[in-house]
RNA sequence: GCCCGGAUGGCGAAACCGGUAGACGCGGCGGACUUAAAAUCCGCUGUCCCCAGGGACGUGCAGGUUCGAGUCCUGCUCCGGGCACCA
């Protein structure tokens, strides 16, 4: 019987459906399971990462409903944003039409991975029914106080004719198209992230990737310090933040930000002219050419000066562009004898430099011999009240003299303590059209309200142009409307960063219909929170930040009161339940595409039957043309064979032993298996067009071989490039279980221990398949379930297993199979004679005695080498165990060596006898 | 510069608490079947030495702890990622 692998699926796909299969219902008699993947993007087309993200977190939901639990996995759409409105521009296509087309292709898409989406929870963010209750969490944080309005330096992308939140700009450059973004003043509407700072810092409760908490920790970049005042000499206030206030003694200038308020005040007649030409040119740069810039200090005195309030000297005010408005107070006091940048900027400016650290086991420090600041640890000097204490390498008031600064600023009204954050508050206006509109109104006499409840959502005009500006700003009657008194007023233009939709949309899912409030508390109250979530790690500082300053906002907004007033009912406790979004993270790694182009190597050597044997190998990128006997890309390594394209063929290389192979950015011996690491690194850079259609995988392999595949190829939470040639072995394996499926068992003389044998491997298999999907360990599941294929096709050939142990060994294959390959399981279960889904069958339990080893090779060692192996009984004691390996064979002509000094046995793998 | 993660065969990768390194798969080689090829089936496949029995070496590098180290400790190298004139 052949495996029809089409047949199976779509049959099973329309059945799963008519039946319900998968529609999760409240439970309160049944544990709870909310397993969330990350929502897609409608882009158009699903991707090898959607199903390389989403098959092992079905996978997951899947073995997790065997398990016992009452399991919810839903989908929707993230679907508001900017790709649709450049479609609108460039191909004259309504957004919401682009959209809509994209969800419905992409829904067909997703149900041919025959995951166990609950279809009637989908939520589509851009539908009004979702963003209504967008709108309605903004108007909520603005009565909060989270959301305001502010005017700020924001980043502004000439591109994408918007303004970007922080997080959403790397380098400089936009980080979706790579494009460089400006600084701006501008007037925009905030959310408070700030505010939940601390408690965003702390990951005590959930289980999340290290990395991710290490992102989000420098993301929030926590400072421990004192703010301290000056005073200037026309008598203005300049605040600073500083990390050391134990160095202030040491302040011999300030530095504010070009654009800082205070500079104008500052800036005598004489210097006015110099001032300014240096704030144009400091302007005029985008951030991109600043960081581009060699480190070479700028700056300009102001010709004022302020006073140091720890020993009221005289100290001139500089700006510089090293100072950014954007951190801290935007001005700095400058150590320069304990500061790296400092030191450069005085002795640019030949500026004066105090030391007041004596450094640790060193000579004292004398200003015109230092060379560079100092920085570690030692004994505070000339300064003043803290004189003699010691300072270490620690941060904050874990160091003595910080502490002993702070303490003494504060009783002298100098300055107090002070934590400062280098996240900034979420920036969420967009001045794009494809997004959530912001439902407030400005009224005629200036004030800002928000839209009444009863008149939400605001709805995106449909009828408007797109020509690659924002059309609400320009659509008169979307702008006009009334205020609550019934006066005249506009309408906010902008629309919100999409990133706000997705940062709840896991609640609309639980009830995506209700009208009452954004989620039915009913639902919530049993569902939250998410007890698994699963996507990439890209989202670590956007999407994965956003949504916990999100849930930590609602709670203080007392969004979650009814549901754990109805949480209360049920008897569960809801304290701590609605402080972080998801129990537990899981991040995929990336498929990347197979094809690459490798660096420039230029091979010396003589030609030898149309082989090329080489001599030596060097990387050079800049090589000429002529710059050995063949130069060209390195295109592929086995051992040491290459293969070098030119510009008119492919060569190849054979790379004799003794060749010189030098890689310029491997120092030291070279040899050829390190070019292996060379092909890798280009292969990782993010080169377009090399795709993989998950479409057509799945037509021509099916979505059981392309899950099974996706899961066994890699290791998921790295992921790697993609090698067509593997997804044979995966096919191969659902093959074969269709063949061990589907054969007539015939039995040739039953024999009891071959029965045994067989039993003892499915209840390890059991074992070791059950450990690896709690772990997201799916390769070596699938590992394990290939280790049972193999024993259960020797089984079948042999014949001599009883009918009992054979059907149980087939049950339990398809049961274990069934989360990875749902079709196949289910059809084969079926054929079995059930007549209910494998889907809903208890997870198998292995038993212990079943999958216990009667036999177990026994590794005898001599000095801590492997010099014999012996079977013997798995509960063999200590001295049977040393007695036998004394004796064994192997072993004898090993202990003459010397005298045996010790024996330890560690019964039954392992025995080490120590001779010398 | 600071902070995370990593490095194991030709390739993707396994390895519980320190106890047989390389499970499982891909690729390769040899064989069977076939007119032939594909598919399928069987065997071999870390490197080196050896007629064989067997031996030596081997988890990025250098040390250390231990009867025994891929695993623990110290110091490095390289790769990937995050932050960065951050005060």
């Known amino acids: 019987m052949e495996y029809e692998h089409r047949d199976i699926e779509q049959r099973w796909q329309a059945t799963w459906e008519k039946e319900g299969l998968y529609r999760s219902k409240v439970d309160w008699s049944r544990p709870k399971h909310y397993a969330l993947t990350m929502l897609p993007y409608p882009s158009g087309d699903l991707h090898m990462g959607h199903w390389y993200a989403m098959t092992p977190s079905d996978a997951r939901a899947r073995y997790m409903r065997m398990k016992g639990y ?41 149900r041919s991975m025959g995951a166990m989406f609950d279809w009637e929870r989908e939520a589509v963010s851009c539908y009004p029914n979702y963003y209504k209750w967008t709108e309605w969490f903004f108007k909520k944080m603005f009565e909060h106080d989270i959301a305001y309005r502010s005017e700020a330096m924001v980043n502004w992308s000439p591109t994408l004719q918007t303004v970007l939140a922080n997080e959403q700009v790397i380098d400089g450059k936009d980080e979706r198209t790579g494009q460089p973004v400006e600084q701006r003043m501008m007037e925009q509407w905030f959310f408070a992230l700030t505010k939940y700072a601390d408690e965003l810092l702390s990951f005590e409760d959930i289980d999340w990737p290290e990395p991710i908490k290490t992102m989000q920790i420098n993301w929030i970049g926590r400072s421990e310090g004192a ?24 302040a011999t200038f300030m530095v504010l930000a070009p654009e800082h308020p205070l500079v ?55 700006i510089a562009d090293y100072v950014l408005l954007s951190y801290g107070t935007g001005a700095i006091m400058a150590v320069p004898a304990h500061d790296e940048r400092d030191f450069e900027f005085a002795r640019q400016f030949g500026l004066q430099i105090s030391p007041v650290i004596q450094p640790a086991g060193r000579d004292e420090l004398v200003e015109p011999e230092m060379t560079e600041s100092y920085v570690g640890p030692g004994v505070m000097v000339n300064s003043g009240p803290i004189n003699g204490v010691e300072t270490t390498d620690a941060k904050g008031r874990a160091n003595p003299s910080v502490a002993a600064a702070i303490d003494w600023l504060e009783e002298q ?15 969420i206006s967009r001045q794009r059209y494809w997004g959530s509109p912001i439902p407030m109104i400005h009224r005629s006499d200036g004030g800002i309200e928000a839209v009444a409840d009863g008149d939400l959502p605001v709805v995106l005009p449909e009828d408007v142009e797109f020509t690659g500006r924002s059309p609400l700003g320009e659509t008169e009657s979307f702008l006009e409307t009334t205020d609550s008194a019934g006066r005249p007023a506009r309408r906010e233009s902008d629309t919100m960063d999409t990133f706000m939709c997705s940062s709840w949309y896991w609640f609309r899912y639980l009830s995506p ?43 203080d ?35 990347l595409g197979a094809e690459r182009i490798g660096d420039t190597v230029v091979i010396d050597g003589d030609w030898d039957q149309g082989r090329l044997i080489a001599s030596s190998v060097r990387v050079d990128p800049e090589a000429a043309p002529d710059a050995g006997v063949v130069v060209g890309e390195l295109w592929r390594r086995t051992e040491n064979l290459l293969q070098v394209k030119t510009a008119t063929e492919l060569v190849g290389v054979e790379v004799a032993p003794d060749a010189a192979v030098e890689i310029p950015t491997i120092p030291g011996s070279n040899d050829v298996t390190q070019l292996k690491h060379h092909l890798e690194i280009q292969r990782m850079s993010k080169s377009k067009g090399n795709v993989v259609n998950p479409d057509a995988l799945v037509q021509e392999f099916g979505a059981d071989t392309v899950r099974t595949h996706l899961m066994f190829a890699f290791e998921w939470q790295k992921g790697g490039p993609w090698d067509e040639r593997g997804i044979a072995g995966s096919r191969r394996f659902i093959e074969d279980v269709w063949k061990l499926g589907t054969a007539l068992y015939s039995t040739e003389g039953v024999d009891q221990a071959a029965s045994l044998a067989l039993l003892r491997t499915v209840h ?21 379930l290939m280790t049972l294929r193999n024993t259960m096709q020797d089984a079948l050939r042999v014949g001599n297993v009883s009918p009992e ?3 149980e060994a087939v049950e339990t294959l398809f049961k274990l199979l069934a989360p990875i390959a749902p079709h196949i399981a289910e059809e084969l279960w079926h054929r079995l004679g059930h007549e209910e889904s494998v889907h809903v069958q208890a997870w198998p339990e292995a038993d212990p005695e079943i999958a216990a080893e009667d036999v177990v090779t026994m590794v005898i060692q001599v000095n801590g080498k492997v010099r014999d192996r012996l079977d013997v009984p798995a509960a063999i004691s200590a001295e049977d165990a040393e007695a036998a390996a004394l004796a064994a064979e192997k072993v004898q002509s090993w202990l003459k060596q010397g005298e045996v000094r010790k024996v330890i046995a560690r019964p039954p793998k392992l025995v080490n006898i120590v001779v010398s």
């Open 70 to 110: 009452n399991v919810l996995f839903p989908i929707g759409f993230d679907a508001f944003g900017l790709p649709a409105e450049n479609a609108a521009v460039q191909r004259n296509i309504h957004p919401a039409k682009w959209t809509h087309e994209n969800i419905d292709r992409m829904r067909a898409q997703l």
């Open 227 to 250: 703010e301290v005042i000056f005073v200037t000499e026309v008598g203005d206030e300049i605040v600073v933040f500083t990390t050391r206030p134990d160095t202030l003694w040491g």
């Open 264 to 318: 104008d005040a500052l800036t005598t007649d004489e210097q006015r002219a110099a001032v300014d030409e240096y704030r144009k040119a400091a302007a005029a740069q985008s951030e991109l050419e600043r960081m581009e810039e060699s480190r070479e200090k700028t700056g300009v005195f102001t010709g004022g000066y302020a006073v140091n309030p720890v020993n009221q000297e005289r100290i001139p005010v500089w």
């Open 413 to 427: 009204g100098a300055g107090r303590e002070a934590i400062n954050y280098r996240v900034r508050d979420w920036l």
């Open 513 to 555: 219909d209700y009208d009452e409030a954004s989620f039915d508390p009913q639902e919530a109250a049993y569902w939250l929170p998410v007890d698994v979530y699963t996507g990439g790690a890209e989202h670590a500082v956007m999407h994965l930040l956003y949504a916990r300053f999100f849930v930590k906002a609602m709670r």
């Open 557 to 591: 907004m007392g969004v979650f009161d009814d549901t754990a007033a109805v949480m209360e009912q049920h008897g569960r406790d809801p304290d701590g339940l609605f402080d972080e979004p998801f129990l537990l993270l899981r991040n995929q790694g990336q498929v």
């Open 764 to 784: 390890q298999t059991i074992a070791k398949v059950d450990e690896d999907l709690a772990e997201f360990k799916w390769n070596t599941a699938v590992a394990a």
């Open 805 to 807: 142990a054979w059907r």
